[in-house]
T-cell receptor
Framework: NAGVMQNPRHLVRRRGQEARLRCSPM?????VYWYRQLPEEGLKFMVY????????ESGMPKERFSAEFPKEGPSILRIQQVVRGDSAAYFC??????????????FGEGSWLTVV | AQSVSQHNHHVILSEAASLELGCNYS??????LFWYVQYPGQHLQLLLK??????LVKGIKGFEAEFIKSKFSFNLRKPSVQWSDTAEYFC?????????????FGTGTRLLVSP
């Protein structure tokens, strides 16, 4: 049973380029979460999606960041016109249901974005 | 807003030493509490969680944590560490009956166990 798969694991982008991070949830999981970990900080929630729907994007920066979880395929976190401050580890997680149902959330290995 | 403090950013221990990692949270209501571990190059894994009941929670790999409500603390302990416990440990909290998107993490503690 494969876990949450993220790719790429490491990504280097020049300022102004676009970064796309992909996340395939665990089999049977329809809830996907993206977190970001800036240097010397804890993981911070960005966005929560279910298939074809954004449920909560209260943690997403207002500009340049977007996320989707299409009917088919992985969830994508897209960062346009990257800046140095976007350099961070981006973690994806999935769960089979909501936390109130007693489910557990499973994390991927993270994608490290470096903006040069 | 909730916050989580992990006071020890780096801990170095010798094998067989006892471990206690501190975690304090700030939130006035009822909470769920978690400890996650990230081994080098791997994903975050759940070590243990507290939802209700016995405040002494036992997790995987010999870890345990005690919820002390009066101190807003959820410290992680292990009586005798091994070299393979070298990892980064994260404490997390969310308010009862809220979703995983409301999980608030501490900044993590890097544990190095020397053989």
């Amino acid at each position: 049973n494969a876990g949450v798969m993220q790719n790429p694991r490491h990504l280097v982008r020049r300022r102004g380029q676009e970064a796309r991070l992909r996340c395939s949830p665990m089999k049977g999981h329809s809830h996907v979460y993206w977190y970001r970990q800036l240097p010397e900080e804890g993981l911070k929630f960005m966005v929560y999606l279910q298939k074809e729907n954004i449920i909560d994007e209260s943690g997403m920066p207002k500009e340049r960041f977007s996320a989707e979880f299409p009917k088919e395929g992985p969830s994508i976190l897209r960062i346009q016109q990257v800046v140095r401050g976007d350099s961070a580890a981006y973690f994806c997680a999935s769960s089979p249901g909501t936390a109130s149902s007693g489910n557990t959330i499973y994390f991927g290995e993270g994608s490290w974005l470096t903006v040069v | 807003a909730q916050s989580v403090s992990q006071h020890n950013h780096h801990v170095i221990l010798s094998e067989a030493a006892s471990l206690e990692l501190g975690c304090n949270y700030s939130y006035g209501g009822t909470v769920n509490l978690f400890w996650y571990v990230q081994y080098p190059g791997q994903h975050l894994q759940l070590l243990l969680k507290y939802f209700s009941g016995d405040p002494l929670v036992k997790g995987i790999k010999g870890f345990e944590a005690e919820f002390i409500k009066s101190k807003f603390s959820f410290n992680l302990r292990k009586p005798s560490v091994q070299w393979s416990d070298t990892a980064e440990y994260f404490c997390a909290v969310n308010a009862k009956n809220t979703g995983f998107q409301k999980l608030v993490f501490g900044t993590g503690t890097r544990l190095l166990v020397s053989p």
